[in-house]
């Protein structure tokens, strides 16, 4: 059964191993001696893998998901529970912190591994193609690693889009504390509130939650639902590798979520 995964690491003209490598030395070293290009990316995907270890244990702790934002117009019609309401500005302000918090400590680590699957996805797209082989390993056993490779590409993919599915639960919870607050505008008295004060808070948060404090544009790891079915059947979409490569390099440039560029 051919690899459905073919047409995604297929978007240059094929190549052996060796033919991107630099000219020979001249003290005699061999083309053996060279790293293979298969190895350094399953190198690659180990140390995404090692680190993803405490990234998922993060990202389990913080259970973003609590913050989670029900439908406000129908929960004007409908109990469908904890709108998250504070009862005071403090309270708000509180919320405001730990969310922003919780939103740093996924983006600062998700940037570091998205950077290693850029890396990854670079050297597959450069290196490998049905033509690839090794001058010290059988084709079945080529074949086999190219497969572990992709798997381990794929499972980075996954790995970022729910930390970039946290990260858009955290975005929209501090937008609507935000809201929350308006309330509390020109009330006097304790819970007293500038309009200056909130506007320079959600322009603040709007730096953070846009990838613009980071130079990350995570929204780029979304998947959406067509996109999660195919992942787990082992299917890629039309999108093809060098495309994909393209918009990867593209969220580490000084993009919002919107795709404009800003200045840093």
Do not use: W
């Amino acid at each position: 059964m051919p690899n459905p995964y073919d047409d995604l690491f297929r978007s240059n003209p094929p190549r052996a191993f060796g033919a991107n490598l630099p000219p020979m030395p001249e003290d005699g070293a061999h083309l053996e001696n060279q790293p293979e290009p298969l190895d350094e990316i399953l190198k690659k995907n180990a140390l995404f893998h090692e680190k993803a270890q405490a990234f998922s244990a993060l990202l389990s702790r913080l259970r973003v998901v609590d913050h989670k934002v029900t439908n406000e117009v129908l929960a004007m019609f409908v109990n469908i529970g904890e709108n998250h309401d504070q009862g005071s500005l403090a309270g708000e302000k509180s919320c405001h912190e730990l969310l922003s918090k919780k939103f740093r400590l996924i983006i600062e680590p998700m940037r570091e591994l998205a950077a290693l699957h850029l890396e990854a996805v670079k050297q597959f797209n450069n290196d490998i193609d049905d033509s690839y082989f090794s001058v010290e390993k059988e084709d079945r056993e080529v074949k086999s690693e190219k497969a572990d490779a992709v798997d381990g590409i794929l499972l980075q993919r996954k790995i970022l889009s729910e930390a970039a599915e946290n990260l858009q639960i955290l975005e929209d919870a501090l937008q609507a504390c935000e809201r929350r607050m308006k309330k509390y505008v020109n009330a006097g008295g304790i819970n007293n509130l500038s309009a200056a004060e909130l506007a320079l808070l959600a322009s603040n948060r709007e730096r953070l939650t846009d990838g613009l404090a980071h130079q990350f544009n995570y929204s780029f790891f979304d998947i959406n639902l067509l996109d999660k079915v195919a992942l787990t059947l082992g299917v890629y979409l039309k999108e093809n590798t060098a495309q994909y490569l393209h918009r990867l390099m593209d969220a580490f440039e000084n993009r919002n979520k919107n795709g404009l560029r800003q200045s840093i």
